[in-house]
């Protein structure tokens, strides 16, 4: 009888040690949401803003760089604000899972979707890095020149949204994987 009363107050002390980490998990996890908000907003409005009018010989000739004469950078916008919103979306089940950190399922579903806002926010950021490549380095062979000595202004935003995103997807590495141990310990 004893020997059960121990085992029993060992169990209860682990499945209390279990909820702490797992609460503290959900805790660490709406903090990375909302950085991640922050670094898609940002990432969006700087490159959602981005534009630079060149004077060329005369005022009535003008040349004009914007974000959305490239359809690279409106899919980088469009990526971020639907990765922002779905964020913004998820912070309820992150708070669900503070108050009820044994919540299993609703954890899976926010893994499954996190996977797949993290593969969509890549891809932008990928695309988006490689026309900024190409603006700043050019291509001899496909006769593309550099355009950031003309357009820095252009350039600098461009470079900037992309550290936002970046750092983002970061984030979101890191979120998958709290979350997936969080599950794994419930």
């Keep these: 009888m004893k020997d059960e009363v121990v085992v029993i107050e060992e169990n209860s002390k682990a499945a209390m040690q279990r909820r702490g980490m797992n609460k503290g998990a959900s805790i660490m996890d709406l903090i990375f949401r909302c950085v991640a908000i922050i670094g898609t907003l940002g990432s969006a409005i700087s490159m959602g803003t981005t534009n630079e009018t060149l004077p060329f010989f005369t005022q009535f000739i003008r040349f004009k760089a914007q974000y959305d004469d490239l359809p690279t950078f409106t899919f980088f916008v469009v ?17 669900v899972h503070i108050i009820r950190s044994s919540a299993r399922y ?4 926010l893994i499954l979707l996190d996977a797949a806002m993290l593969a969509l926010l890549t891809a932008g950021a990928s695309a988006a890095a490689a026309i900024v490549y190409l603006a700043h380095k050019g291509n001899a062979r496909a006769n593309w020149f ?12 461009t ?27 419930s």
């Design 106 to 109: 609703t954890r899976l579903v």
């Design 79 to 95: 990526a971020n604000s639907v990765v922002c919103a779905y964020l913004v979306l998820s912070i309820p089940l992150s708070i």
């Design 146 to 157: 550099a355009i950031c000595q003309q357009f820095n202004s252009f350039c600098e935003h």
């Design 159 to 185: 470079s900037g949204s992309l550290i936002g995103s970046f750092a983002s997807i970061i984030v979101f590495i890191l979120l998958i994987f709290l979350s997936a141990s969080a599950l794994a310990r």
